[in-house]
């Protein structure tokens, strides 16, 4: 069975403090995930420039030339913490399997990410493919999965998969979706710079 690859999106504004170090701390988790044989190689750290004053930019350049699991876009001015989320996530949806963002301050568990990969490893296996297909390119993915909501969310999965037969040749259900927001306009419009 092949590792999912992992991108982890990282909205950062001026965050010239953190940086160098909080920076470390999600290079060593994607590491300790592979090793573990969590997630491929091709997993990275993706930084997600939300127009910041400072140096920010110029860090994510240099940590990118660091190592190949760092990676940035920028964005050409602030456009809000929810839209440097949904812009590192347009960017990841064709690149990896699973997309996890992160605040940069560091300040939230990034040890729930095993948590989070082994619970999509166990739920995953019993989704069919053109649900799984419909999730992965759906906008509806939280930062967070709460534990008490699981069992809803898998009833809901069980009955829309439950008049699915199996190996059924379906429609592509994303059949003419286009990258753009809810009024219209390219997600991608603000992008600045994407390094490497």
Same mark, same amino acid.
Request: net charge negative; proline share 6%; charged share 25%.
């Given at each position: 069975?092949?590792?999912?690859?992992?991108?982890?999106? +990282?909205?950062?504004?001026? #965050? #010239? @403090?953190?940086?160098? +170090?909080?920076?470390?701390?999600?290079?060593?988790?994607?590491? #300790?995930?592979?090793?573990?044989?969590?997630?491929?190689?091709?997993?990275?750290?993706?930084?997600?420039?939300?127009?910041?004053?400072?140096?920010?930019?110029?860090? +994510?350049?240099?940590?990118?030339?660091?190592? @190949? $699991?760092?990676?940035?876009?920028?964005?050409?001015?602030?456009?809000?913490?929810?839209?440097?989320?949904?812009?590192?996530?347009?960017?990841?949806?064709?690149?990896?399997?699973?997309?996890? *963002?992160?605040?940069?301050?560091?300040?939230?568990?990034?040890?729930?990410?095993?948590?989070?990969? #082994?619970?999509?490893?166990?739920?995953?296996? $019993?989704?069919?493919?053109?649900?799984?297909?419909?999730?992965? $390119?759906?906008? $509806?993915?939280?930062?967070?999965?709460?534990?008490?909501?699981?069992?809803?969310?898998?009833?809901?999965?069980?009955?829309?998969?439950?008049?699915?037969? *199996?190996?059924?040749?379906?429609?592509?259900?994303?059949?003419?979706?286009?990258?753009?927001?809810?009024?219209?306009?390219?997600?991608?419009?603000?992008?600045?710079?994407?390094?490497?």
């Amino acid at each position: 069975m092949n590792k999912p690859i992992l991108n982890i999106v +990282i909205p950062c504004y001026n #965050e #010239e @403090e953190v940086l160098p +170090i909080t920076s470390k701390l999600f290079l060593d988790k994607i590491y #300790e995930l592979i090793k573990i044989g969590y997630i491929d190689d091709k997993s990275r750290v993706l930084f997600v420039n939300d127009g910041s004053k400072d140096k920010t930019w110029d860090i +994510i350049k240099q940590l990118s030339k660091e190592d @190949e $699991h760092y990676q940035g876009i920028c964005q050409s001015r602030n456009r809000g913490h929810q839209n440097a989320v949904l812009a590192g996530m347009m960017y990841s949806i064709d690149k990896c399997d699973m997309i996890i *963002s992160i605040d940069c301050d560091g300040q939230d568990d990034i040890n729930a990410m095993n948590e989070m990969i #082994e619970l999509r490893s166990s739920i995953l296996p $019993h989704v069919p493919p053109i649900v799984q297909k419909a999730w992965r $390119h759906s906008g $509806h993915r939280g930062d967070r999965i709460q534990p008490d909501l699981l069992p809803g969310l898998l009833r809901r999965v069980q009955l829309l998969c439950a008049d699915v037969p *199996s190996g059924a040749d379906h429609p592509d259900p994303l059949a003419g979706v286009d990258h753009q927001g809810s009024r219209g306009h390219d997600a991608f419009a603000g992008l600045q710079g994407l390094h490497p």
